[in-house]
Structure formats: C-alpha cells, structure tokens
T-cell receptor, first 111, second 115 residues
C-alpha cells in the first residue's frame, strides 16, 4: 500500500534562517505531488505541485521554492524565512483517478 | 474558474443530533467533489468523494453527502453526531484544467460537538 512521510512534525525557526521540509511517498511511482499551506482561518492554499521529476509549478508568488530531485521526493525550501511563512505545511500525492492523500503535516513557527 | 464555498466557519451540535455541513461549488464542467476531515495537528483524511456516479455518496464514519446539480451543492450530513466527530471539515473540487490533479478547497468548517 502507499504511504506518505513528511518531516519534521514541528519546527521553530528564527526569521532569516533557511528552511527545508521533506516529503516522500512509498508504494507508487510517478505520483503528482503537492505542497499546501494552512494558515489559521484561511483554509488550504496550494503552493506548488509537480507532475514529474524536475517539473515544478508555483501557484502563488512567495518566499518559498520547491524541488523534486527524485520521483517520490518533494522538498519545500526557503533561503530566508519570514514571519509570514509560519503555518501548517501539508504534502500530498495523487495519481490518475485517485483522491488526494495527505501527509501528517509540519507545524512551522517562525520567531 | 472553479471554486468551493463552505457556509459557516463554525457549526455546533449536541451529541446525537444531526450534523449538516454546507458546501456549494462553482464549475463549468461536471465536477469531482470531495469532503475531507482534519483532526488537530494532523493531515487531511478523505471522508467521501463524488465522481459522477450515484448522487448520494456514503463515506467513512457514518457520513454521507448528496450531489445536487440544480442547487450546485454537496452538503455533508450525519444522522447522529459523536464526540469524536469534532474536527475541521473541508469541501473540495477537483481542478478541471489540465491533468494536474489539483484540488481547490473551501475555507473549512469547524464542527463542535457538545455533550
């Protein structure tokens, strides 16, 4: 069966520090991968998605970037964090005719 | 462009009472619709999905939703609320533009269940 792993679960980082969040999917190949951010009272906002290795689409202009170095690995990064980057980050995957499956999320607090 | 609107950011019911969470969608093509549930500090879990088959969709934990094209609605119901149903619920529509698999989410509804 397919599983999705996301880490770390929580992270506290100072303003201006770098960020790297990792997500991996097991038990499938060539999934579509997604990074969502959830801010309090604002629902889920799609940040990036990828339909293949090295293919990244950005949905909103921001201080973050994403990369997909391997088929089942999706990384969210920042060179310098802002206070506004705080939130709950969710990785997800899907394939044709399957619903979106989410990881357990990373709670990022920028101080 | 497709969109989803969830009416009511907070809904409070008594244990044993009917749960009704409202979702209206906007789509120029037949939509694929979903309901997800999120417990505190966890990811989203799929409750049910509508993919143009039966209009009444049954999901996990006793939830069901009815697709009504004339009302552009996909409301989530459960006959009798349990304390364990307290969570945040999201309605979503699948983006029909390209084969991206993206979901467009509503703002979410927090369900409170009172003893």
């Amino acid at each position: 069966s397919q599983t999705i792993h996301q880490w770390p679960a929580t992270l506290v980082q100072p303003v201006g520090s770098p960020l790297s969040l990792e997500c991996t999917v097991e038990g499938t190949s060539n999934p579509n991968l997604y990074w969502y951010r959830q801010a309090a009272g604002r629902g889920l906002q799609l940040l990036f998605y990828s339909v293949g290795i090295g293919q990244i689409s950005s949905e909103v202009p921001q201080n973050l970037s994403a990369s997909r170095p391997q088929d089942r690995q999706f990384i969210l990064s920042s060179k310098k964090l802002l206070l506004s980057d705080s939130g709950f980050y969710l990785c997800a995957w899907t394939q044709t005719n399957s619903p979106l499956h989410f990881g357990n999320g990373t709670r990022l607090t920028v101080t | 462009a497709q969109s989803v609107t969830q009416l009511g950011s907070h809904v409070s019911v008594s244990e044993g009472a009917l749960v009704l969470l409202r979702c209206n969608y906007s789509s120029s093509v037949p939509p694929y619709l979903f309901w997800y549930v999120q417990y505190p500090n966890q990811g989203l879990q799929l409750l049910l999905k509508y993919t143009s088959a039966a209009t009444l969709v049954k999901g996990i934990n006793g939830f069901e939703a009815e697709f009504k094209k004339s009302e552009t609605s996909f409301h989530l119901t459960k006959p009798s609320a349990h304390m364990s149903d307290a969570a945040e619920y999201f309605c979503a529509v699948k983006d029909s533009g390209g084969n991206t698999g993206k979901l467009i989410f509503g703002q979410g509804t927090t369900l409170q269940v009172k003893p």
